[in-house]
Nanobody
Framework: QVQLVESGGGLVQAGGSLRLSCAAS????????MGWFRQAPGKEREFVAA????????YYLDSVKGRFTISRDSAKNTVYLQMNSLKPEDTAVYYCAASTTTTPRTAGDVGSWGQGTQVTVSS
């Protein structure tokens, strides 16, 4: 099972940017499709973005399309989430996710979770 460690969260003003990173352990990173989910207080965890094994396909929550970009660097065993034009409603704990069976777009697709990183967007 892959181990995932997120970093890059923090406090930012509305309209600002953050880049989240998720470092994966092991030498089989290329066999995992990766994703990002988020969970705001009192709400269910929701899908944000996902990227296929090869990086050739990406998927996004409608409300982040055009603002967020997911990418992966197999040489560094790392997946990124570049977040631009942040809004207060983007405030949540962001979780990195990995799957060996499908590109993860629901919590049920996920085989491994990171510990989460807090993103807070002030208005």
């Amino acid at each position: 099972q892959v181990q995932l460690v997120e970093s890059g969260g923090g406090l930012v003003q509305a309209g600002g940017s953050l880049r989240l990173s998720c470092a994966a352990s092991g030498r089989t990173f290329s066999t995992y499709a990766m994703g990002w989910f988020r969970q705001a207080p009192g709400k269910e965890r929701e899908f944000v973005a996902a990227i296929s094994w090869t990086g050739g396909s990406t998927y996004y929550l409608d409300s982040v399309k055009g603002r967020f970009t997911i990418s992966r660097d197999s040489a560094k065993n790392t997946v990124y989430l570049q977040m631009n034009s942040l809004k207060p409603e983007d405030t949540a704990v962001y979780y990195c996710a990995a799957s060996t069976t499908t590109t993860p777009r629901t919590a049920g697709d996920v085989g491994s979770w990171g510990q989460g990183t807090q993103v807070t967007v002030s208005s």
